[in-house]
């Protein structure tokens, strides 16, 4: 599996825009890049997902470079219920019965009023 | 919205008893999993299951570890010799599809083995 690294912590005000860096260098052409988080005693959540161009949904932006060797998870207004680990994720679009993920140690965020 | 629920949320068993850990995944979901995360560590996957059979398993999920979908709607994990280091966090997981799908875990199970 090709490897990710994301900073250990990262601490944001509330109601201000955070981003969340990920580098893959070693990532291949049909890796897609997801975002999971865990909240506190929770289970992991099911963030976005990309491939080459930047994406939108209603949690998060996700920014993938040019040469795809790194990303950016963006969060526009941070709120205390964002606190959280991020994990960056590389996968195949297609495997075999599934798709596994294999979880780094992630970002934890700090959120503060 | 729907949800992957999980029992029982906490379990403590001593070592050597099996335990068997139990899962709903979302109702129209096809593709199910186990992950586990030991106390401060990463979240490790164990097991994936498709179309009634192990399609992916990791090095921890050796013979003392099975999986079954014993009716339409449980997905259950057994443990049949607990040993102190299979005390963690046990996630069960599920997905409409393979590949892109996202995946929906549960709020898992505390398994604690004395």
């Known amino acids: 599996d090709a490897k990710t690294t994301q900073p250990n912590s990262m601490e944001s005000n509330e109601e201000e825009p955070v981003h969340l860096p990920c580098n893959h260098s070693?990532?291949?052409?049909?890796?897609?890049i997801h975002w999971y988080r865990q909240l506190p005693s929770q289970g992991p959540e099911y963030v976005i997902h990309?491939?080459?161009s930047n994406v939108n949904n209603r949690m998060a932006s996700l920014a993938i470079a040019e040469d795809r060797k790194s990303s950016t998870l963006i969060l526009h207004r941070a709120t205390l219920r964002d606190a959280a680990v991020y994990y960056c994720?590389?996968?195949?679009?297609?495997?075999?019965?599934?798709?596994?993920?294999?979880f780094g140690t992630g970002t934890q965020l700090k959120v503060e009023l | 919205e729907p949800e992957v629920t999980q029992t029982p949320s906490h379990q403590v068993t001593q070592m050597g008893q099996e335990v068997i850990l139990r899962c709903v995944p979302i109702?129209?979901?096809?593709?199910f999993y186990w992950y586990r995360q030991i106390l401060g560590q990463k979240v490790e996957f164990l097991v994936s299951?498709?179309?009634?059979?192990?399609?992916?398993k990791s090095e921890i999920f050796d013979d003392q570890f099975s999986v079954e979908r014993p009716d339409g709607s449980n997905f259950t994990l057994k443990i049949r010799s607990t040993k102190l280091e299979d005390s963690a966090m046990y996630f069960c997981?599920?997905?409409?599809?393979?590949?892109?799908?996202?995946?929906?875990f549960g709020p898992g199970t505390r398994l604690t083995v004395t």
């Open positions: 997981a599920s997905s409409e599809g393979q590949g892109l799908y996202e995946q929906y």
């Open positions: 994720i590389l996968s195949g679009s297609f495997t075999g019965g599934g798709n596994k993920l294999t």
């Open positions: 990309g491939l080459t």
């Open positions: 109702s129209n979901h096809l593709y």
């Open positions: 070693t990532i291949s052409g049909t890796d897609y």
């Open positions: 299951f498709y179309n009634n059979e192990i399609s992916e």
